[in-house]
Structure formats: C-alpha cells, structure tokens
C-alpha cells in the first residue's frame, strides 16, 4: 500500500550507460518531484512536475530527462552516466494547497556509478 | 532567496535526555517550515510542519517546534530522547507561489541517542 514508490531501490551501473528510474503515487496528487541527495546528505530539488507539466527544472544537466507520462507517474531517464551522477535520487509528491502542503517522498534509489 | 541553516552537523544525546536540533531560516516573506526524519536507507517523514497559526507545532513521536520570527528560528525539540529517534533530521523552507513550491533543504542533523 505505498504511496509513494520508486524502483529500483538499488541501481549500479557503469560510465557512459543510459539508465532510468520510475516513480509512482497513488495518493492523487497533481505536483510530483525528483530531489538529488549526495554524498553528504544533501538535499536539492531538481525538478518538478505539475499535472504532466514541467514547473522547476533546477539547472540539472540536460543528460537528465524528466518524463511524465501521467500526473500519477514521474520518470528520470539519465543518459551518459558520470561518476558525479552516483547519489540517492528521491521521487516526492505534494497535494494541492501550494507551498503550505508537505511532499510524501518514496524511499530512494541508491545509484552507484562505477 | 530563502535558505536554512541547521547548526551542528551531529548531536548526540543520552536516552532520556532532552532533544533539541537548532533550525535558522533565511526568508523575505513568512515561511511555511517543516522538519523531517530520514532513517537509514529510507526516504523522508514529515514530522511537523508550521503554516500559519499557533507557533509550537506539534508533530509525531513527541516531537515539537516553535517558530520565532524574531530570531528566523525554528529549533525542534522532545522532552526525552529514545534510541529509536537515533535518525538524520531535515530542517526545511517552501518558497511561496502556487505549483511553483518547492522544498528548500538544511543541510542535516544527524541525532545519535546513547544508552
């Protein structure tokens, strides 16, 4: 019964792939994201969908490509994988309301890049 | 702009101990706030958030927080620690405007709880 889910959990992979990661939401939420954890804990936005409609793109490599198929579903299709890629990519999801509503984050995916 | 600072990367406490993570925020409007909790290899929990309204904010597994305008502050606390609060904690900002919300991040506080 997740709300928010994502998969792969894990990805390894090696330079240079093209690899992709898929999110659904089942909580009927419009507004869906993909926040960047690195190394250090870090948190950063990097993009943002509202109803299929890309709202925030936060200066994220063009190797990046966002795609939403529906409002319910958020992929992040990465191409040329660069060691710098490696870090924990968290899908998120808020429901109407604005910016006084929380985001429901899925449970990551861990991308290693070797 | 709006920022957040969280001072101290890590905070370690003794079970039963009080908890207190220190939250700073940088914002040229009234912000909305929020704390999260990420446990190891997991995603993030809301544990309260601040709108508008009262200013202590409670949250889950006793957790609180209140919001000081006058000091750009908003420090998350609880009474008496317990091992199972041993998580990294995430202070955070929205910036305002419709669907063009997006969460702004500290940079974490990582709570260890000691027997």
């Known amino acids: 019964d997740t709300a928010v889910s994502q998969t792969p959990k894990y990805l390894v992979t090696q330079m240079g792939n093209d690899k992709s990661i898929k999110c659904e939401q089942n909580?009927?939420?419009?507004?869906m994201y993909w926040y960047k954890q690195d190394s250090k804990k870090f948190l950063k936005i990097m993009f943002s969908?509202?109803?299929?409609?890309?709202?925030i793109n936060e200066t994220v490599p063009n190797r990046f490509s966002p795609k939403s198929p529906d409002k319910a579903h958020l992929n992040l299709h990465i191409n040329s994988l660069e060691l710098g890629d490696s870090a924990v990519y968290f899908c998120?999801?808020?429901?109407?309301?604005?910016?006084?509503?929380?985001?429901?984050f899925g449970q990551g995916t861990r991308l290693t890049v070797v | 702009a709006q920022s957040v600072t969280q001072l101290g990367s890590h905070v370690s406490v003794s079970e039963g101990a009080l908890v207190l993570l220190r939250c700073n925020y940088s914002s040229s409007v009234p912000p909305y706030l929020f704390w999260y909790v990420q446990y190891p290899n997991q995603g993030l929990q809301l544990l309260l958030k601040?709108?508008?309204?009262?200013?202590l904010v409670k949250g889950i597994n006793g957790f609180e927080a209140e919001f000081k305008k006058s000091e750009t502050s908003f420090h998350l606390t609880k009474p008496s620690a317990h091992m199972s609060d041993a998580a990294e904690y995430f202070c955070?900002?929205?910036?305002?405007?419709?669907?063009?919300?997006?969460?702004?991040f500290g940079k974490g506080t990582l709570l260890t709880v000691n027997p």
């Open positions: 601040y709108t508008t309204g009262a200013t």
């Open positions: 909580l009927g939420h419009d507004t």
């Open positions: 998120a999801s808020s429901p109407p309301g604005g910016s006084n509503t929380e985001a429901f």
């Open positions: 969908y509202n109803n299929k409609e890309l709202i």
């Open positions: 955070a900002v929205s910036d305002l405007g419709g669907s063009n919300y997006k969460l702004t």
